[in-house]
C-alpha cells in the first residue's frame, strides 16, 4: 500500500484532467470498467490492479507530454478515474 500512496503522491497532472476525474468517479463501476481498462491485466488484489493502472496512466500522460497522434484525453481520464476509485475503495476496506 505504501508503494501506491507514494506513486500517487508523486502523480502531477493537469488540474482540469484531475477535476474531470473526480466528476467521473461518481459514475465509476469497477466489475464493469476494469476489465475493460486492464484486459489480460486483470489482478484479483486492489494493490496489483492499482499499479497496472498506474503504468498504463504513465504510458498515457507520456504521449499526452509528447503531443502524439495516438494519444486518447478521454481514455487518460477513464484511466485516473479508475485510479482515484479503487485507491478510495481500497482506503475504506
Same mark, same amino acid.
Given at each position: 500500500?505504501? $508503494? ?16 474531470a *476525474? ?5 459514475r465509476? %463501476?469497477?466489475?464493469? $470498467? ?8 486483470y $489482478? ?6 492499482? %499499479?497496472?493502472?498506474? %503504468? ?12 502524439? *497522434?495516438?494519444?486518447?484525453? *478521454?481514455? $487518460? #481520464?477513464?484511466?485516473?478515474? *479508475? #485510479? ?10
Amino acid at each position: 500500500m505504501r $508503494h501506491i500512496e507514494h506513486r500517487l503522491n508523486t502523480l502531477k497532472r493537469p488540474k482540469l484532467m484531475l477535476e474531470a *476525474a473526480r466528476n467521473g468517479t461518481a459514475r465509476y %463501476d469497477p466489475k464493469r $470498467h476494469l476489465p475493460v481498462l486492464l484486459g489480460s491485466s486483470y $489482478h484479483k488484489s486492489k494493490t496489483g490492479q492499482l %499499479d497496472c493502472l498506474l %503504468d498504463t496512466e504513465e504510458i498515457y500522460n507520456r504521449l499526452r507530454k509528447e503531443k502524439r *497522434a495516438e494519444y486518447s484525453p *478521454a481514455r $487518460h #481520464i477513464c484511466y485516473l478515474i *479508475a #485510479i482515484l476509485a479503487e485507491y478510495s475503495s481500497l482506503k475504506n476496506s
